[in-house]
């Protein structure tokens, strides 16, 4: 698997199958201070789908009879997409994920001995005591079942063996890796899933939390150890410092593992404008793929270098995303720049005045820390150029 892998990075084509179950919804909203309404919801929930994303996790149906409506309404919407809730791993719980008419649920599996024995206070026969009797019963409500180990980064490798043994005799289809605590790395984390890959036949989907910015880097880690599905949210959004985000795996997975996932990425701007205004949430200007300025460009050699030929600093298209290139003048903008700059004023700059004009731009930038409008470049001209201008 890792030699494939490997190749797919030079460009060749993975024929890997890869699913994002997406938890904007469900995961996304637990971030501290973060509500949706339910008009918001479903708008999340028919944006995702028309994205082409197959799996949408709703919510937590234990949070009440308000939350248990909202997940049906949605259902009943039939997207086109296959629905999941999440539950305790307990029979109440359970019958209430199975009123909301979604096609999956995800119990919760405390798995790390840190959370046994100080969360729950249960053993690990306990656990698999209770997915004998549970994953049956799911499976009674016409439920697929997924198996969500909690904090199994922390997790002893012996027992997550034996919880996706158990889970897999009694009819789970899935086991979810959750990185609750955001500490794997990108090695051990491919270590841990090949693990589980090779002594399991239950799909795997990997939930990352980026505490430390690693969710991305462990979800490909994830995908090139076998894991079939991966957690996402629309910008990052989650608890503390929040999951993967849907855009940076979608377009890692596309241009470092050769593995599209049949996302109309066109539409992701939108997608998450939307849920920086509902969440509250809003990501910085250099925030990879969706923030406001990672297409801008300043520095002279870098803009020199983008009107020879785009591809000498494109990394990822902003075509992909329905943008483009944005050139700025700045403090360290070059010749070329601010020449083509006053020549769409209908200025000519010499050669001999545009030294001059540079350092009077790199003075501006610096006092006022913003690039100079068009009013603000006629003034510059008119103050450093020593002469009137010269419009052509």
Same mark, same amino acid.
């Given at each position: 698997?890792?030699?494939?892998?490997?190749?797919?990075?030079?460009?060749?084509?993975?024929?890997?199958?890869?699913?994002?179950?997406?938890?904007?919804?469900?995961?996304?909203?637990?971030?501290?201070?973060?509500?949706?309404?339910?008009?918001?919801?479903?708008?999340?929930?028919?944006?995702?789908?028309?994205?082409?994303?197959?799996? *949408?996790?709703?919510?937590? #149906?234990?949070?009440?009879? @308000?939350?248990?409506?909202?997940? /049906?309404?949605?259902?009943? &919407?039939? =997207?086109?997409?296959?629905?999941?809730?999440?539950?305790?791993?307990?029979?109440?719980?359970?019958?209430?994920?199975?009123?909301?008419?979604?096609?999956?649920?995800?119990?919760?599996?405390?798995?790390?001995?840190?959370?046994?024995?100080?969360?729950?206070?249960?053993?690990?026969?306990?656990?698999?005591?209770?997915?004998?009797?549970?994953?049956?019963?799911?499976?009674?409500?016409?439920?697929?079942?997924?198996?969500?180990?909690?904090?199994?980064?922390?997790?002893?490798?012996?027992?997550?063996?034996?919880?996706?043994?158990?889970?897999?005799?009694?009819?789970?289809?899935?086991?979810?890796?959750?990185?609750? *605590?955001?500490?794997?790395? #990108?090695?051990?984390?491919? @270590?841990?899933?090949?693990?589980? /890959?090779?002594?399991?036949? &239950?799909? =795997?989907?990997?939930?990352?939390?980026?505490?430390?910015?690693?969710?991305?880097?462990?979800?490909?880690?994830?995908?090139?150890?076998?894991?079939?599905?991966?957690?996402?949210?629309?910008?990052?959004?989650?608890?503390?410092?929040?999951?993967?985000?849907?855009?940076?795996?979608?377009?890692?997975?596309?241009?470092?593992?050769?593995?599209?996932?049949?996302?109309?990425?066109?539409?992701?701007?939108?997608?998450?404008?939307?849920?920086?205004?509902?969440?509250?949430?809003?990501?910085?200007?250099?925030?990879?793929?969706?923030?406001?300025?990672?297409?801008?460009?300043?520095?002279?050699?870098?803009?020199?270098? *983008?009107?020879?030929?785009?591809?000498?600093?494109?990394?990822?298209?902003?075509?992909?995303?329905?943008?483009?290139?944005? &050139?700025? =003048?700045?403090?360290?903008?070059?010749?070329?720049?601010?020449?083509?700059?006053?020549?769409?004023?209908?200025?000519?700059?010499?050669?001999?005045?545009?030294?001059?004009?540079?350092?009077?731009?790199?003075?501006?930038?610096?006092?006022?820390?913003?690039?100079?409008?068009?009013?603000?470049?006629?003034?510059?001209?008119?103050?450093?150029?020593?002469?009137?201008?010269?419009?052509?």
């Amino acid at each position: 698997m890792f030699q494939q892998d490997q190749q797919s990075l030079c460009g060749s084509q993975n024929t890997q199958q890869v699913v994002i179950d997406d938890t904007t919804l469900r995961d996304g909203e637990q971030s501290a201070g973060v509500a949706f309404s339910a008009e918001e919801k479903i708008h999340i929930a028919r944006s995702l789908v028309e994205l082409g994303v197959q799996e *949408l996790e709703l919510g937590i #149906p234990a949070m009440g009879a @308000e939350e248990c409506e909202l997940i /049906r309404s949605i259902v009943e &919407l039939k =997207l086109g997409a296959k629905s999941l809730v999440w539950s305790r791993l307990n029979e109440a719980d359970l019958t209430l994920a199975a009123s909301t008419g979604v096609d999956m649920v995800d119990l919760s599996v405390p798995s790390s001995a840190q959370q046994l024995k100080n969360k729950i206070h249960k053993s690990e026969a306990w656990v698999l005591d209770q997915l004998v009797k549970l994953i049956p019963r799911a499976l009674d409500y016409g439920l697929e079942v997924c198996i969500g180990c909690e904090d199994a980064s922390r997790a002893d490798a012996d027992f997550l063996s034996r919880i996706a043994e158990c889970a897999e005799k009694y009819g789970a289809k899935r086991l979810r890796y959750a990185d609750t *605590l955001g500490i794997l790395e #990108p090695f051990r984390c491919y @270590e841990s899933l090949k693990k589980l /890959r090779q002594s399991s036949g &239950l799909e =795997l989907e990997m939930h990352a939390h980026d505490d430390y910015g690693l969710a991305t880097a462990n979800t490909l880690a994830a995908v090139k150890a076998g894991a079939s599905h991966i957690n996402t949210t629309v910008n990052g959004l989650g608890e503390r410092a929040g999951n993967a985000p849907l855009e940076e795996c979608v377009f890692a997975l596309k241009h470092l593992h050769a593995l599209d996932l049949a996302i109309d990425t066109t539409k992701i701007p939108a997608l998450s404008a939307f849920v920086q205004q509902a969440s509250g949430r809003s990501v910085s200007s250099n925030k990879s793929v969706v923030g406001a300025m990672v297409f801008t460009h300043e520095s002279g050699v870098h803009v020199d270098g *983008l009107l020879k030929d785009q591809h000498n600093y494109q990394g990822l298209d902003p075509t992909e995303l329905g943008r483009s290139h944005e &050139l700025v =003048l700045g403090k360290h903008s070059g010749s070329a720049l601010l020449k083509a700059a006053y020549e769409s004023l209908g200025l000519r700059v010499s050669d001999d005045v545009t030294p001059i004009l540079l350092g009077g731009l790199r003075k501006f930038s610096s006092s006022t820390k913003r690039s100079p409008t068009e009013q603000d470049l006629i003034r510059l001209y008119q103050q450093y150029s020593n002469s009137e201008l010269a419009v052509g």
